[in-house]
C-alpha cells in the first residue's frame, strides 16, 4: 500500500500541487438473465494505436441455463466482424 502523504511531500518539494481524489463509490449491481427468447451479448475490445495490435471477444447469454458461444481475437489489422 502507498503511503499518499509521502508522495504528496514528493510531490510538493518539485512545485507539484497535487491534491488527492475522492475514493470512488461502490455501486451494487446485480444481474439478470434476459428474457425468455432474449440472447444478451456482451462485447469489449481494445487497441494500441492505430495500427498496433489489437483484441477483441465477446459473449452470449440466454435465459436457458445452457452454454452460449463466445470468442476472442488477438493480433495486429483484425478486420471488423459482421453478424
Wanted: aromatic content about 6%; glycine content about 10%.
Amino acid at each position: 500500500m502507498r503511503n499518499i502523504v509521502d508522495d504528496l511531500s514528493v510531490l510538493h518539494s518539485f512545485g507539484v500541487k497535487g491534491v488527492p481524489r475522492k475514493a470512488p463509490t461502490i455501486t451494487l449491481v446485480r444481474w439478470h438473465p434476459p428474457s425468455p427468447s432474449w440472447i444478451k451479448l456482451n462485447t469489449d475490445g481494445l487497441a494500441k494505436g492505430n495500427s498496433g495490435p489489437a483484441a477483441s471477444g465477446g459473449s452470449t447469454d440466454t435465459s436457458l441455463e445452457v452454454p452460449c458461444p463466445c470468442w476472442t481475437r488477438i493480433g495486429h489489422d483484425i478486420p471488423p466482424t459482421h453478424f
